[in-house]
């Protein structure tokens, strides 16, 4: 079926894939890290919104990160909660609701809710305030004219289960963008979703999302050494010592969601590879002074 907001596939994404994920790893050896722009530049912005990724790119965003989830006809949208009551002006479950349905609703208005009554509030164009697909998203980020990176984290549990991982592997795959130098990579707190990536797309790059040391003594055991660590910076702020072992360890770090200079400077210290935070632009600012 076609996605009623994507424009026309960009035949060179491929390319531009492989000079984005050459890119990151460039920035990681430099000695800061990555900046990825969480649900985009979502500290002053709606979140998952194309506005809020606009945003995030204009303020220098090296990637952007996303939340995935299946709608009942089979599109992947860029949505974090199960129900779109906190983000949208409606109720509903995402995954009962058609893409068309869920194309009939507001997903800015809840940022500032009161914008109709305030003169000075900036207009926002009525394509960056519907729901985002992640075809959109893949679209936006391979037509920029920079590099980007993607990190999609997957959400489970789901009534869908493997479909996600595998209708995004799909659409990834269609992009060129399912191999070893893709510029995506798939995060999830699951292990059994990120192992079914990689069963899928071997080549594909997976952070396994850690909430707490038990997690990690839970799973730590059961992943190839590749997988990249994904801890939360609350944890890593409490465990510091945590991350000095993953980094002896030789695993590669991401962190989440940083928003500090503090903790800004604390995954510095501790060699994280990229830090996915609501304000790229200032974490760049920090990084950069």
């Known amino acids: 079926m076609s ?21 990151s790893m460039r920035q990681s050896a430099s000695g800061r890290p990555q ?23 204009d303020e220098g965003a090296e990637a952007l990160e996303c939340d995935v989830r299946l709608t009942a006809d ?19 479950v995402v995954s009962t609701m058609d893409l068309a349905q869920l194309d ?18 900036p207009e926002m164009d009525e394509d960056r305030r519907k729901v985002l697909t992640m075809k959109r998203l893949i679209e936006t980020a391979a037509d920029y004219d920079r ?3 993607l990190a999609i984290e997957t959400k489970h549990p789901t009534r869908y289960g493997g479909l996600v991982e595998r209708s995004l592997v799909e659409l990834l795959d269609s992009f060129g963008w ?10 999830s707190f699951s292990w059994a979703a990120l192992n079914r990536v990689k069963k899928l797309a071997p080549d594909l790059e997976v952070v396994l999302l850690i909430e707490n040391l038990y997690t990690w003594q839970v799973t730590g055991n059961l992943t190839s050494d590749d997988w990249i660590a994904g801890p939360g910076i609350k944890l890593l702020r ?44 200032a974490a760049l600012l920090h990084f950069n002074r």
């Open 238 to 281: 409490e465990n510091p010592r945590f991350g000095n072992k993953l980094r002896r360890q030789g695993r590669r770090i991401h962190v989440w969601t940083v928003n500090t200079p503090e903790d800004l400077d604390l995954c510095v210290e501790l060699g994280v590879e990229a830090v996915i935070t609501n304000k790229p632009g």
């Open 178 to 187: 399912a191999g070893k130098d893709s510029p995506a990579r798939i995060m």
């Open 35 to 57: 900046v990825v722009a969480h649900r985009g530049s979502s500290e002053s912005n709606p979140e998952h919104t194309l506005g809020a990724y606009v945003a995030a790119l």
């Open 104 to 121: 009939e609703l507001d997903f800015a208005v809840w940022k500032n809710p009161w914008s109709d009554l305030d003169d000075e509030a």
């Open 74 to 92: 089979g599109h992947l949208v860029c949505v974090h909660d199960r129900r779109v009551d906190r983000t949208a002006n409606a109720r509903g």
């Open 147 to 149: 590099p980007i990176d």
């Open 3 to 23: 996605d009623a907001h994507a424009p026309e596939h960009d035949p060179i994404a491929g390319s531009r894939a492989r000079r984005c994920h050459d890119v």
